[in-house]
């Protein structure tokens, strides 16, 4: 059973504080996401990687970035928090399923609230 | 451009009524597309796709090219299918999600 496990379920952090958010999947998978989940937005891609040390840019990167030094582990981070991130964070990662398709495993998430 | 659109955000049926969850895309070549439900407190999951043409716990859904539609679908609901229901696409090894849907099932 493929897990995705994510360091917090739940954080608080200060306006200013730089934040590390973990996620970590033990099967293997070359891609992995970050999203943040809004009520009424669904879910927006902040970050994705494909490989180790590569990343690339979701729809909403601003004031975050990203490191996957290992091929187990995404970190995202938050470089200066900000009240408008508070939010539930998903990690994901995904493999090659069929011929063209992938199937994505999601955490648990990480509920940030920054004050 | 929005991929995926999902109009409902809210939908309420009644036990055993049928529902359907709309879910409208913008593709131009062969989609890739998947139906994720997250249960209250319980992570994201996959409940179908349609390439594999399968039924989840009663839910089916059809993609109609025509309409550019993957709709999701059960004849019957039941109280425990209350949840948010995502509709996704994938284009690579890239997935756009929906705004998705709370659908609530009234005893």
């Known amino acids: 059973d493929v897990k995705v496990t994510q360091s917090s379920r739940y954080l608080v952090k200060r306006t200013g504080e730089k934040v590390f958010l973990e996620c970590v999947q033990d099967?293997?998978?070359?891609?992995m996401f970050w999203y943040r989940q809004d009520p009424g937005l669904g879910l927006r891609l902040i970050y994705f990687?494909?490989?180790?040390?590569?990343?690339e840019k979701g729809d909403i990167p601003e004031g975050y970035s990203v490191s996957r030094e290992k091929k187990e582990r995404f970190s995202l981070i938050l470089e200066s928090a900000s009240t408008n991130q508070t939010s539930m964070y998903l990690c994901?990662?995904?493999?090659?399923?069929?011929?063209?398709?992938?199937?994505?495993?999601f955490g648990p998430g990480t509920r940030l609230t920054v004050t | 451009a929005q991929r995926v659109t999902q109009p409902e955000k809210l939908l309420s049926v009644f036990k055993g009524a049928p529902v359907e969850l709309k879910c409208n895309y913008s593709y131009s070549g062969s989609p890739e597309l998947f139906w994720y439900v997250q249960y209250s407190r319980q992570r994201l999951q996959l409940l179908l796709r349609h390439i594999s043409r399968e039924s989840i716990k009663g839910f089916t859904a059809d993609l109609n090219k025509g309409e550019t539609s993957f709709h999701l679908k059960k004849p019957f609901a039941q109280e425990e299918d209350s949840a948010m229901y995502y509709c996704a696409l994938s284009e690579g090894n890239q997935f756009y999600f929906g705004t998705g849907t709370s659908l609530t099932v009234i005893p």
């Open positions: 990687s494909y490989d180790v040390k590569m990343k």
């Open positions: 099967m293997d998978h070359e891609n």
């Open positions: 994901a990662s995904s493999y090659l399923a069929g011929e063209l398709w992938y199937e994505q495993y």
